[in-house]
């Protein structure tokens, strides 16, 4: 039995979020067009880091959502046992020897939530997972987190857009950048810049970075905390690691077929400078600085050679928050904006999509609406 208010929806952006809610929606009947302005996954979820957890401290609702969005990994990976592109092979993190370590503090709280946590010494790391160069993990120790994991955006999203096309939603690529089409005070589809125009019910914003400037075009203030970052790919190596590493200097996570993704917010602040024209320049020195860093979180302090490097923003809400659900000034109009896309991908499609095909609201997102930002 349908519950749908409406019968069309267009999504802007075929990120994981734009993707993971068409889909949702294109199940419920709904009549999908997805617009991007270049091939599916070619913004932040084409360069993320893509660690599912929910480690450390945040909101509880936060929190809460982000167990649901493993949850749903978890669903997918039982469907998927042997994929290459979905892992549960765990999470091991440390802090610097230094007044920030809060190692003790994290595993405390993680244990409080009943988070999977274990608190080893460096000595005992190799016992839980494999791969790991123990004499890097201060003398604080680690947290190893059995239950964490990574997922290949860009794999996901085209499987999911496989099942998308079987479903009869429509993708829109070749017509440059989308906005939406409001008049009345109520959305009524959206345009390309080459003047393509597509009537809808419904219209989700999910440009990922564009999200708080997009808004902003129709009068809507989102908080942006957005940085630039950077995600470097080495060569496929023969390496045992196997857990995403969260380390002091890099973040490392392995990638199909025997490579791995690097991470580090210092690197993307001194090794990467914004263009006049738009592009970026990449600092080889500091490229090179990450590969060290994360050769020394590996055991046997291997070579790494890059194989790709993905610059651009990370969406990053003003308080640190999603941002979900309706722009309610603008009837029809909804946005999806969070860091974490990764561990959220599912589970706020699927939330993002009840809303959209019922108009009505979940309780899970209520501490996200985008009109928090209306008051501040
Ligand atoms: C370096 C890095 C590390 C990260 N690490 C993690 C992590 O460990 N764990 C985790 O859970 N999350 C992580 N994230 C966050 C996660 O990757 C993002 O939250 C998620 O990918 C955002 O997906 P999205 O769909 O919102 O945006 P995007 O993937 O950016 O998709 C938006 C799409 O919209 C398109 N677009 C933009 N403007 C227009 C327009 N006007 N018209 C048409 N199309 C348009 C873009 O081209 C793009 O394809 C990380 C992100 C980065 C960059």
């Known amino acids: 039995m349908t519950e749908n208010i409406i019968s069309s929806a267009v999504i802007i952006g075929a990120g994981i979020f734009g993707v993971s809610t068409a889909v949702q929606l294109a199940r419920r009947g709904v009549c999908v067009t997805i617009l991007n302005d270049g091939p599916p996954a070619n913004g932040a979820s084409g360069r993320s880091l893509s660690w599912l957890n929910s480690a450390r401290m945040r909101s509880e609702p936060y929190h809460r959502l982000r167990m649901a969005g493993i949850d749903r990994y978890r669903t997918l990976s039982a469907r998927f046992p042997d994929a290459n592109w979905l892992r549960f092979d765990g999470g091991l993190t440390w802090d610097a020897d230094d007044e920030r370590n809060e190692i003790d503090a994290a595993y405390r709280y993680e244990v409080s939530l009943g988070y999977d946590a274990q608190w080893l010494p460096g000595a005992d790391v190799a016992a839980v997972t494999p791969g790991v160069n123990a004499s890097a993990i201060t003398s604080q120790g680690a947290i190893f987190n059995p239950g964490e994991g990574w997922v290949d955006l860009p794999t996901l999203i085209g499987l ?12 829109v690529t070749d017509q440059g950048a989308a906005r939406a089409v409001i008049e009345g005070g109520r959305v009524v589809g959206a345009e390309t810049a080459m003047g393509g125009r597509f009537p809808a019910d419904a219209v989700v914003l999910a440009t990922g970075p564009a999200v708080p400037r997009m808004a902003a075009e129709s009068g809507q203030t989102i908080g942006d905390g957005t940085p630039i970052a950077l995600l470097v790919q080495t060569k496929p190596l023969a ?7 969260n380390t002091p200097r890099v973040a490392v996570r392995p990638a199909p077929g025997g490579a791995f993704s690097l991470d580090a917010d210092w690197a993307a602040d001194e090794g990467v400078r914004r263009r006049p024209d738009g592009g970026f320049d990449i600092d080889d020195t500091v490229i090179a600085a990450l590969l060290a860093e994360a050769a020394n979180v590996m055991e046997g302090n291997p070579k790494l050679e890059v194989a790709r490097i993905g610059v651009g923003g990370k969406p990053i809400p003003g308080d640190g928050e999603p941002v979900v659900g309706a722009l309610k000034a603008i009837k029809g109009y909804y946005v999806a904006f969070s860091h974490s896309g990764a561990t959220l991908g599912l589970i706020l499609g699927e939330l993002l999509a009840f809303e959209v095909a019922r108009g009505d609201e979940h309780p899970m997102l209520a501490t996200f609406r985008p009109e928090r930002f209306a008051f501040r």
């Open 160 to 171: 999911l857009l496989k099942e998308y096309s079987r479903l009869g939603g429509a993708l």
């Open 239 to 245: 390496h045992p690691l196997r857990a995403v590493l």
